[in-house]
């Protein structure tokens, strides 16, 4: 299937209901190529128990497909996540931007209070008052986890860049990299 993933702004592993199927999270969804030659895109967007806005609108599909190509067989794909808390998440694949959401949240799929606890119990949600109470929170921060869903997958040169700091170029720890501001970390002579 190469079925796999990256969850940003996941909840922690002890905090996961012990029989629940995936954390609350926002997947990165990585597929590789079927054997039957069908296009498939990688760098998708999958949502256990959360939602995104596309377009101003809170889009409560499980998975969102990317613009990203099909990538056959067994080869390194770099991909980056551009992750700015609640406002927006980007996607890249090989240099090129993929996909591109806003507002990740809590509630849908397995998580919505519109289910009136259907669903609940099969993916092993046992807390799920807590969860109905949460819909609608967006997500500003979480753990990252690594998935491997239905096959064996290599991850490497992981890296974390921190986007938010100094913007004043008069500041010793200013970085021109930094997308968000955040001066009051400013440090002068």
Same mark, same amino acid.
């Given at each position: 299937?190469? #079925?796999?993933?990256?969850?940003?702004?996941?909840?922690? @592993? %002890?905090? #996961?209901?012990? @029989?629940?199927?995936?954390?609350?999270?926002? +997947?990165?969804?990585?597929?590789?190529?079927?054997? #039957?030659?069908? %296009?498939?895109?990688? @760098?998708?967007?999958?949502?256990?128990?959360?939602?995104?806005?596309?377009?101003?609108?809170?889009?409560? +599909?499980?998975?969102? #497909?990317?613009?990203?190509?099909?990538?056959?067989?067994d080869q390194w794909v770099h991909v980056e996540a551009i992750v700015l808390g609640d406002e927006s998440i980007t996607h890249i694949v090989e240099g090129d931007t993929v996909l591109i959401y806003q507002k990740p949240q809590v509630g849908g799929g397995y998580i919505s209070k519109d289910l009136e606890g259907k669903d609940?119990?099969?993916?092993?949600?046992?807390?799920?008052?807590?969860?109905?109470?949460k819909e609608g929170t967006t997500l500003k921060e979480g753990y990252i986890a690594l998935q491997a869903e239905s096959h064996p997958i290599d991850f490497k040169n992981i890296k974390l860049l921190n986007l938010c700091g100094c913007k004043d170029p008069k500041a010793k720890n200013y970085k021109a990299y930094y997308i968000k501001e955040n001066n009051p970390t400013c440090i002068y002579e």
């Open positions: 299937m190469r #079925n796999s993933g990256v969850m940003v702004h996941s909840k922690s @592993a %002890e905090s #996961n209901s012990y @029989a629940q199927d995936f954390p609350v999270s926002v +997947e990165i969804q990585l597929l590789g190529g079927l054997s #039957n030659g069908e %296009e498939r895109t990688t @760098a998708n967007v999958c949502t256990p128990g959360t939602a995104v806005e596309i377009n101003g609108e809170v889009n409560y +599909e499980h998975c969102i #497909n990317s613009t990203s190509k099909t990538y056959d067989g609940w119990d099969d993916f092993g949600v046992e807390n799920k008052q807590e969860w109905i109470d």
